[in-house]
């Protein structure tokens, strides 16, 4: 979804209004706005090759990981209102940072996330499921295409398999309704993908290994918490889930990436994505 940076200032009561908010406000702002304009794509969705004439009318691709570009549609939310949607200077990461500083300095502010492991936390269940929630959709941040797969590369030497597994295989779970535990196809895929789109061959493949996989109704239950409702009113806090981390998080004495795992430069990658080369 594209943003018109006067669209938006308006929408947020003119320019004098958005210089009086502060980061959280005007995220949240962009949040709202970016829920009705969802909600009125999803009463008039378009088919897939309405949506693909698109592809020529942007600056960035639609796959593009959130950290990298401003105005790219994302779990994480839009990061700023000001005119222009400019990304913003990050804030340093400490030597040896561990997940909750990214949390806090590179996925912030992750509302999708939280709410979503909140979601399974406040409906009783295990907590290696509210873990993978938690973490779902860290794969974006570098590219949303496939994010499931990126997003379980990403983890894998610090999570536990089941973890990695459900991580790796909820996106494929998402398009594929299951009455046993209500979960139904998310209407605003209709506008997202197209109201006639069908998923490619390798990802009923990767549903269908799934489905017959002792480990399937892990990765389902993140499709079941997935917050698709983006509740601007759910605030919780990366804190509440701190024990839970501790306990299922190994983190690497060195610091997420520096410690010369096969993933140590996706994690310096999101640490440092103003390098160049």
Known sequence: MQFDSKKVISSLGGREAVTKMD????????????????????????????????VCTRAFRRGVGTLYCVGATTPFGIRQANEGLFVQRLP????????????????????????????????????????ACLLHDLGQVIMKTDHGWWGAQLLEPYVSEKVCFAIRYHQALRFFPDDTVNYEYPKDYNAIFGCDYEPPPYIMHAYQYCRNHRWYMAARLIT???????????????????????????????????????????????AMPDTPL
């Open 92 to 131: 340093k990461m400490p030597k040896q940072p561990g997940l909750i500083d990214y949390f806090k300095l590179r996925f912030s502010p992750a509302h999708h996330l939280l709410r979503s492991a909140d979601l399974a936390l406040m409906a009783g269940m295990e907590e290696e499921i509210v873990f």
């Open 224 to 270: 079941v918490n997935d917050d698709y409702a983006f509740n601007p009113n759910h605030d919780v806090e990366i804190e509440k889930f701190t024990d839970i981390i501790g306990r299922n998080f190994n983190h690497p004495k060195e610091g997420l990436g520096f410690d010369n795992t096969a993933v140590a430069h996706m994690w310096r990658s999101i």
């Open 23 to 54: 980061s959280e406000e005007r995220a949240e702002a962009l949040e709202m706005l970016r829920t009705k304009e969802l909600a009125e794509r999803v009463s008039h969705p378009r088919t897939v090759s309405e949506i693909d004439e698109d």
